[in-house]
């Protein structure tokens, strides 16, 4: 598998995380943009979802996602997301 | 130069004593020679604590709880009082001097004492005069006991009186007339009880002769006069009423030589003469700006401010000493962590209690709860609750951590982190935001903490303002199973507010009003967001904003 196929499964995958794990009945997974912001605006998600996110994504990939400034980049959005894992997952 | 009223002179009184205090006994150790500065500045500090002793014993000063200490009347009355009773020998025949007189005055009588003789406290009903009560057992624990103590000790009283004539007295007389901080606290978790002190006493409550007590009486009898005289054996005094019967007939007799008639508080109180004077120095009360001239107008906000950062001082100190001093030496006493967590909150809530004292004994703001007694203190809580709460200024921090028995709050990680206040915060068990907030807010609801949290996740915008609320309090409650109790804070007028500078505090007092509203049971597994919305929503509603307002329309 290319780095570039990887990338496009891990979008579909964490797409699916963010619905499941804050249970957005009404949000289609293929529906989130890859730059669409999470917070404020966008999925207009809040910290207690950037802490559930985050734990799952601790569970799902084990990738630890502390406090500081990386963690908050990483959350942007769900490109973010991903090159985030991609890095710390290796 | 505008005259001051006498509404206004309070303040101005306190900022001259206090200037005066202070440039003496500043300047005295300064400028004199060792020993006479210590000396002066030791005048001075006595003279200071004088000043409390008048604002707590003095029958007039309205400092720590209103009081009527004579009736505001133009028609020729006045009000004889009897304290301590009722006696099976003396009240009786102070009844009868009285009917012989014709004459209306009234009994305060403690409870114990009236469960005693309910014969008697029906007799002085049914013969027109009023009863009062004047605590339960009439003891020195009064003066230094706790809130609950005290309102106990008036509450116990009122309902014995209450039960024996079906009708709740409504006026009350703090033994001895002292309304201390201790008094005050647990006299306002009472019902509307009247506290009603004297123009001119006897002192008939010890040992003494007619002729003094007709004399000391005599000189005050003016229309609206409210006489304290005694029926009963008060503490500290002698058994011997002899004195208080020899001297009634001829005080009656002086009464009638000046047209002056005898009637019982509770017709004054028909008629709206029993009103408190200008309580404390509040700021919509005491317009400064407009009554000082100017000269001394900057002078006091200077000083205000300098009061206002004293404050500060005194808080950050506090809590250095506190935390590297007071609690190492509470955590040599043995005991699992949650107890000791609760034993060094306990001792902050006596430090926050302090604080609280110094910011009101400075002219700068009290709290006032009428309902806080909701939760009662001591143990640990059977059952524990997420307080929420809107957050109008920096000082109803202290003032619900320090009104409730078991509260950690939720603090902003960066003064958790703080050198000076993190370790305090850390050992008292307050929570910081985080990754970990949830699980530590669950953990401290289990181990029988209730939990403080500000939705707004910061002080609100502006007077009765809101910001948007975070669900995490919510998410809380509903992942620990416990209901949620609203709070709301209310400060009159903004002081320390978000938008408000440190020297910008009012000219007067400021007043935080704490109110326990309702509490919310939710239900396992329900969403938090809608919770969150709807609590915002009621909050609205109840601070009196526009339903809507921007943050109404947050999408859920």
Known sequence: ?90 | MPMLSPRQQPLLHAFAIKIAALAAGGGALVALPWPWGVAVAAGVALLTVGFLAHAIAHPRSQYFAPVVHRATTTRREVALTFDDGPDPVVTAEVLDILAAHRARATFFVLGERAALHPELVRRIQAEGHTVGTHTQHHRMRFHFGSAGYVRREIEDAVDVVGGILSRRPSLFRPPHGVRSPCFARGWRGTRALTCVTWSARGLDARATDADRVVARVEKHLAPGAIIALHDGTGLGGSTDRSATLAALPRLLEACRERGLRCVGLDSLEREGALVPGPSAFEAEVFPLKAVLPGVLYWPFRAFRTLEVASCFAAFWTGAVVFAWVGLPILALWPGSPAVKMHRSLRALRRCFDAFHLMMRVLFLYRRESGSASARSGGAPASSPVVLVANHPTLCDVTAVVSLFPNVVCLARSAIVKNPLMGRLLRICGFVPTGPATLHDCVERLRMGFDVLIFPEGTRSPREGGLQIFHRGAFEIAIRAGVPIVLLKLTCRPPALSKSLPMWRNPDGMAVLNVEVLETITPERGQDSRTLCRAVEKRYHELLGLVPDSPALEYST
């Open chain 1, 1 to 90: 598998m290319t780095t570039e196929e990887n990338r496009t499964t891990l979008l579909r995958e964490v797409k699916q995380l963010i619905v499941d794990a804050l249970q957005l009945d009404d949000v289609q997974p293929d529906s989130i943009a890859d730059d669409e912001p999470l917070f404020g605006t966008g999925l207009a998600l809040d910290s207690i979802d950037a802490l559930e996110l985050a734990m799952a994504i601790t569970r799902r990939y084990a990738v630890k996602m502390s406090q500081g400034e990386e963690t908050r980049d990483a959350f942007r959005s769900v490109g973010h997301l991903v090159d985030y894992i991609l890095l710390h997952a290796a």
